[in-house]
């Protein structure tokens, strides 16, 4: 298997993030889904063979079930894309909203941890005597300032209000709580409960509002294998833990991360593809 950690087509410009390389064609853009890999901010020297391909066909099959207007125009490679076949979307230029917005129906992650400091997630109010990975009574909409580097950082719908204008930010709120409980519902169907998950959107110059980026993969979703839940505990997902789990004990965050080992990349890989093959109920081609 090979590995994808650096897109590269001449004579076309091209912006790197953590994950996706992003080439602008003037009136579209073309994103590509690498195979790189990032766990505490930092990407990691070893990718993951296939996460491109997973994160691409699983955010083309949401877009398909979900049914909701989008960024994509094709998958069909432009001329001198052709090697990234499988990996990439053209897409419509839109306006970025810079927020995302973030869908809790679990206390996981940093809204655990805001919850223990404060009793709320976002300033949104919650019942006492929650536990990890509690359910809450109904999905909260927990908003987030888009970083280029280090955390997004968590904010209350108050202040996304003041960045975005009253009337966007309600809007994005209803369309992401009303794809998550779709989504939640789907997945739970499939043995999978989806405990949070991260949308973003942007505005066309005629003000349609598009679904853009990536949509529940599991790069930007928590998800857990229902069999394994247990309230009071951090359940096993279908994300990168195990990097997360091996670099815990191997890497003390500061300088270079260390080389994967081949077991973990191989176990990352399975749960990408099982998280895939589950929420689709088809298998990964490659």
């Not at 994808?4 to 087509?9: C, G, H, K, P, R």
């Not at 949401?62 to 894309?81: C, Q, Y």
């Not at 419509?92 to 996981?108: F, S, T």
């Amino acid at each position: 298997m090979t590995v994808l950690l650096n897109s590269e087509v001449l004579g076309i410009p091209c912006r790197r993030g953590k994950v996706r390389d992003v080439y602008d064609l003037g009136d579209r853009l073309v994103l590509v889904a690498t195979d790189r890999i990032s766990a505490f901010d930092v990407v990691l020297p070893t990718g993951i063979p296939d996460k491109g391909k997973v994160l691409t066909a699983l955010t083309l099959f949401w877009l398909e079930m979900l049914g909701v207007e989008n960024h994509l125009l094709t998958t069909i490679p432009p001329s001198g894309f052709e090697a990234l076949a499988g990996r990439l979307c053209v897409v419509r230029k839109a306006r970025v909203v810079p927020i995302e917005c973030v869908v809790r129906g679990y206390l996981a992650g940093s809204g655990w941890k805001e919850y223990c400091a404060a009793g709320n997630v976002c300033g949104v109010p919650l019942p006492p005597g929650l536990r990890e990975a509690s359910r809450l009574p109904q999905p909260i909409f927990t908003p987030a300032t888009k970083e280029e580097e280090g955390h997004d950082e968590n904010i209350s719908f108050e202040r996304m209000s003041e960045f975005i204008g009253q009337s966007l930010a309600e809007d994005l709120r209803e369309r992401t709580r009303s794809l998550y409980n779709k989504a939640a519902s789907h997945a739970l169907a499939r043995g999978i409960i989806l405990a949070d998950t991260k949308l973003e959107w942007g505005i066309m110059p005629d003000g349609r509002v598009l679904l853009i980026d990536e949509v529940l993969t599991p790069d930007s979703s928590r998800f857990w294998p229902m069999v394994d839940y247990r309230e009071g505990t951090n359940p096993p997902s279908f994300d990168k833990q195990y990097v997360r789990d091996w670099l815990s004990a191997n890497w003390d965050k500061t300088g270079a991360p260390p080389p994967l080992p081949d077991e973990v990349v191989a176990r990352t890989r399975a749960k990408y593809v099982e998280a895939f093959e589950r929420l689709t109920g088809r298998p990964f081609a490659g």
